[in-house]
């Protein structure tokens, strides 16, 4: 679970890729890194741990005309500087970098097939060490002949940089989105590639999504695609749901309106009545207005968030998520007091949030809490890159629906089923954290 950006253009490639990271914060916090390639075929590398933001001002100025960079969330291998990526290698003389957002669910066992030295425990150095042991007559061949093999048993969405191109691929299901965006003149055109559009902060213009089983190759003249799997596209549906950002375009979706949009239908099937709909900030909000157009029940931002402190869910350490979620949300009492609130979040993952936060709020004087949600709870881990890969993590788990209930402290419990989401989608996206069907063996 990740954000990954790349570049390539006249600009200061570096900065470019830094900007796109920052866009792209909430999809990783552990930490980052920026590779960046110059004219001469060498390469600048940095990686740090921690949020990008928290980041102290750079030694010394770093450039290029391509670059490549990552925000992560582990999982695969843990925290630290040696697991950060870019990941880079050496193909005889020639050297690439890439990074990765996604999950190879077997990277363990194919790293003892492959053997040798491992810089790093994670899966993402699999993938570079499989197109540096593949037969090919060149970096495009071996990709190409890698991806295929990897195709129908891993999730992935990446870009390699090498020699002065970048490549971008998504595996042939889709599970993770994959933005292009250009800017300049025909003929002089600068790359962009990102996880999701807002990493384009309108600097760049968006053409479109690297396609599910495709490889697009950017080497400064008009991107060629090259397809290595038949596609079978069956995207995250908590992408659209949760955890892109609501100011972006994920899979061609605008995540702000399917969330509303999934906030009426939720709306539209209510017969609590209560004081006020409350949304837990901020990815509910869009569904708590979409709610509040369907019932006509006053909307009240009655929960507010301390601006410092990050998104909760992409905190890996279950100690550090509560300690943030018991700093991060400001209640305003007087809205509260003795009042019956509908409260609108999007999911319920882990329940971190929700286990700190109703107690406060039954401290402020809330009178009874109805919990509505825009999806079932998980009761199946993910292994196609989303970050929870543990069944004894997820709340749901094990679970019913009245069990959550007394477990959560609340007057009423109800979500949007599956059936709900895929008549919005119109498309057949991947559900296996909510159903247990998985599209790939794991």
Request: proline share 5%; with cysteine.
């Amino acid at each position: 679970m990740s954000g990954i950006f790349g570049f390539s253009g006249k600009g200061n490639a570096f900065v470019e890729v830094k900007t796109g990271l920052e866009n792209l914060s909430h999809r990783g916090q552990e930490s980052w890194g920026i590779v960046s390639g110059h004219r001469d075929g060498s390469i600048s590398e940095l990686r740090r741990l921690g949020s990008i933001f928290q980041a102290a001002p750079l030694g010394r100025f770093y450039s290029g005309s391509v670059a490549i960079g990552h925000v992560r969330y582990p999982t695969a291998g843990e925290a630290s500087e040696r697991n950060s990526q870019p990941i880079v290698g050496r193909i005889k003389k020639e050297k690439i970098a890439i990074v990765h957002n996604g999950h190879i669910p077997k990277y363990k066992q194919l790293m003892e097939e492959i053997g040798g030295l491992f810089q790093t425990e994670t899966d993402t150095e699999v993938i570079l060490q499989m197109i540096a042991r593949t037969a090919g007559a060149d970096l495009l061949e071996k990709t190409l002949k890698t991806l295929g093999y990897l195709s129908r048993r891993s999730a992935f969405s990446l870009i390699i940089l090498s020699n002065g191109k970048l490549i971008a691929a998504r595996d042939p299901f889709g599970f993770r989105p994959l933005s292009v965006a250009q800017r300049g003149e025909e003929g002089i055109y600068e790359w962009a590639v990102a996880s999701e559009t807002c990493a384009f902060h309108d600097q760049f213009e968006w053409v479109g999504d690297v396609e599910p089983g495709q490889m697009l190759v950017i080497d400064g003249e008009e991107p060629k695609t090259l397809s290595f799997a038949s596609p079978n596209p069956r995207p995250c549906i908590l992408e659209c749901l949760d955890y892109a950002s609501p100011a972006s375009q994920v899979f061609s979706i605008n995540t702000y309106e399917f969330r509303e949009r999934a906030g009426v239908r939720l709306g539209k099937s209510e017969n609590q009545k209560a004081d006020m709909i409350v949304p837990i900030p901020r990815a509910a909000i869009p569904a708590a207005l979409g709610f509040q157009g369907a019932t006509g029940m006053p909307y009240r931002e009655a929960i507010n968030t301390v601006g410092e402190i990050g998104r909760i869910f992409i905190i890996s350490k279950e100690k550090d998520r509560l300690e943030k979620a018991e700093k991060k949300f400001l209640l305003n009492r007087d809205l509260l007091k003795g009042k019956e609130i509908l409260l609108i979040d999007t999911i319920l993952v882990r329940g971190s949030t929700a286990l700190i936060l109703i107690p406060k709020l039954r401290a402020a004087g809330v009178s009874k809490i109805h919990l509505r949600l825009t999806a079932p709870p998980p009761r199946f881990p993910c292994f196609m890159g989303m970050a929870m890969a543990k069944q004894g993590e997820l709340l749901g788990t094990n679970r019913t629906d009245e069990q959550l209930r007394t477990l959560l402290g609340i007057d009423s419990f109800q979500y949007l089923k599956t059936e709900d989401l895929k008549e919005l989608t119109g498309a057949n996206f991947c559900d296996a954290c909510l159903s247990g069907k998985y599209p790939l063996p794991i």
